[in-house]
């Protein structure tokens, strides 16, 4: 490739990139291309490809903003094929803030680079109904029957799945199981448990879009601990999307208006912090200063906002437990959801939950920082890279020999249970970290834990 650290004068020529938000050219800068990130990148990893690299894609930006290239098909490919997991961050030493330049370039994309119409009109499907719980769960009414009448399972066994188009299987393949109380909802207020030795603190809890449709047992059970170690939990009513799909996809105005009213409603309940247990949405709603930062109506209460955020795993360890730990003898391998260990950089704090449990092995596992192909509606808009991102992260966990598999984020969850079906291993159970905080809080049994999970997820 041409030699990286060459820069020409910006004067020479006007940047391809607009004047609205363009990747920072002092943060492309940061970046001395010293390959460090190759190895953490699941694209490089993947292909080898320098263009398909971090410090790739930094070289394209830095080519755009002085004028020398393009936005042009090429360049869509290559940042469309980045995956978002920030991996790069961690590996970088130069402490070169990618998420940034990413997430500015991106808008530039779409505003630019027209797309296929097959390709925009299977976007506007996802972004018609991602964001959205009550369409959602319109939607899982016919998925419901779909699944409960065994269609599902035939359909699959038929082979007839391979005749979708990849984006349509890759949906499939990832339906979450429809749960029972589809429409039932948290409680506003929940009020902590009693304690002589800590005053409640008020926290406001995030719902989710997926979470809070098809993963709601993972907010019930986050609502339980936050209350038994003696939070005082509000769910705001009017809380909207969080904007982390479209912010991931370059939707920024759509983005930003879902942020505004996201600020709006935490604001309005009048909370000490922000509990997130979505790994996606955390990384995102801790960046509302940067996406609002020439709003001069938002910018402040975008920071103020962001600072209250907190993933649930920070908000356990900020005091001491108030309720003790009940044995859970099993042997679990956890998954480091992208957002949460390198966009956020949480790590520890999850190990240090999950081995205060008595009882319960915590396994590591290989290539733990090689993202699993998630990454929000990656492993729908590029299948077959997320296919072997996936295939490679459940082969390294089923590898520890784990009665179980962890983790904190439900694109993560979704993408290890189709792993899973796909080496036909689906009666592995899949948990949230949050579910086995809450197991031992209540002292459940470990074994009929496991078997309730593994039936209600084989679909």
């Known amino acids: 490739m041409p030699h990286l650290t060459q820069i020409a004068d910006p004067a020479l020529k006007p940047s391809s990139f607009d004047a609205h938000n363009p990747p920072s050219k002092e943060l492309l800068s940061d970046c001395v291309h010293c390959g460090f990130c190759l190895p953490a990148c699941p694209t490089y990893v993947l292909w080898g490809e320098e263009m398909d690299s971090p410090r790739g894609r930094i070289y394209m930006m830095a080519k755009a903003s002085q004028g020398e290239a393009t936005l042009d098909l090429r360049f869509k490919k290559h940042m469309d094929n980045c995956l978002g997991c920030m991996a790069c961050m961690t590996a970088c030493p130069s402490g070169v803030q990618y998420n940034k330049l990413i997430e500015d370039t991106r808008p530039q994309v779409e505003r630019h680079i027209p797309?296929?119409?097959?390709?925009?009109?299977?976007?506007?499907?996802?972004?018609?109904?991602?964001?959205?719980?009550?369409?959602?769960?319109?939607?899982?009414?016919?998925?419901?029957?779909?699944?409960?009448?065994?269609?599902?399972?035939?359909?699959?066994?038929?082979?007839?799945?391979?005749?979708?188009?990849?984006?349509?299987?890759?949906?499939?393949?990832?339906?979450?199981?429809?749960?029972?109380?589809?429409?039932?909802?948290?409680?506003?207020?929940?009020?902590?448990?009693?304690?002589?030795?800590?005053?409640?603190?008020?926290?406001?809890?995030?719902?989710?879009?997926?979470?809070?449709?098809?993963?709601?047992?993972?907010?019930?059970?986050?609502?339980?601990?936050?209350?038994?170690?003696?939070?005082?939990?509000?769910?705001?009513?009017?809380?909207?999307?969080?904007?982390?799909?479209?912010?991931?996809?370059?939707?920024?105005?759509?983005?930003?208006?879902?942020?505004?009213?996201?600020?709006?409603?935490?604001?309005?309940?009048?909370?000490?912090?922000?509990?997130?247990?979505?790994?996606?949405?955390?990384?995102?709603?801790?960046?509302?200063?940067?996406?609002?930062?020439?709003?001069?109506a938002w910018a402040e209460r975008a920071k103020a906002f962001s600072a209250k955020c907190r993933d649930v795993s920070e908000i356990l360890l900020a005091r001491p437990s108030q309720q003790p730990r009940h044995p859970l003898p099993l042997r679990i391998a956890y998954q480091d959801a992208c957002h949460l260990r390198h966009a956020q950089g949480i790590h520890a704090e999850p190990r240090t939950l999950l081995r205060n449990i008595p009882e319960l092995e915590v396994a590591e596992i290989a290539e733990a920082n090689l993202c699993c192909g998630s990454a929000g509606v990656y492993n729908m808009l590029s299948p077959d890279a997320a296919n072997e991102l996936g295939d490679r992260k459940v082969s390294n966990l089923i590898s520890t020999r784990a009665e179980a598999l962890i983790s904190a984020n439900p694109g993560c969850l979704l993408q290890l249970q189709a792993g899973l079906r796909r080496r036909g291993l689906a009666e592995i159970p899949t948990f949230h970290m949050v579910e086995l905080i809450d197991a031992s809080i209540r002292g459940l049994d470990a074994q009929q834990l496991l078997h309730n999970r593994s039936h209600s997820t084989v679909n």
Not at 193 to 215: D, H, K, N, Y
Not at 268 to 280: E, L, P, R, S, T
């Open 115 to 296: 797309r296929t119409t097959s390709d925009s009109l299977f976007r506007k499907l996802l972004f018609a109904t991602f964001p959205h719980p009550s369409r959602l769960r319109v939607l899982a009414l016919p998925m419901l029957v779909y699944q409960r009448t065994g269609l599902q399972k035939l359909f699959r066994s038929s082979g007839l799945h391979k005749l979708l188009p990849k984006r349509f299987a890759a949906m499939e393949a990832l339906l979450p199981t429809v749960p029972n109380s589809l429409f039932h909802s948290l409680p506003q207020t929940t009020s902590a448990v009693s304690s002589t030795t800590t005053p409640a603190i008020r926290v406001g809890m995030l719902a989710g879009c997926v979470q809070q449709v098809f993963f709601q047992h993972v907010n019930e059970a986050t609502l339980r601990v936050l209350s038994a170690e003696g939070y005082e939990v509000v769910v705001p009513e009017q809380q909207s999307c969080c904007g982390a799909l479209m912010s991931h996809c370059g939707l920024e105005e759509d983005a930003h208006e879902m942020a505004r009213k996201m600020i709006a409603a935490f604001e309005a309940a009048k909370v000490d912090y922000i509990v997130i247990n979505a790994a996606g949405c955390g990384s995102t709603m801790k960046e509302y200063g940067h996406f609002l930062r020439d709003d001069p």
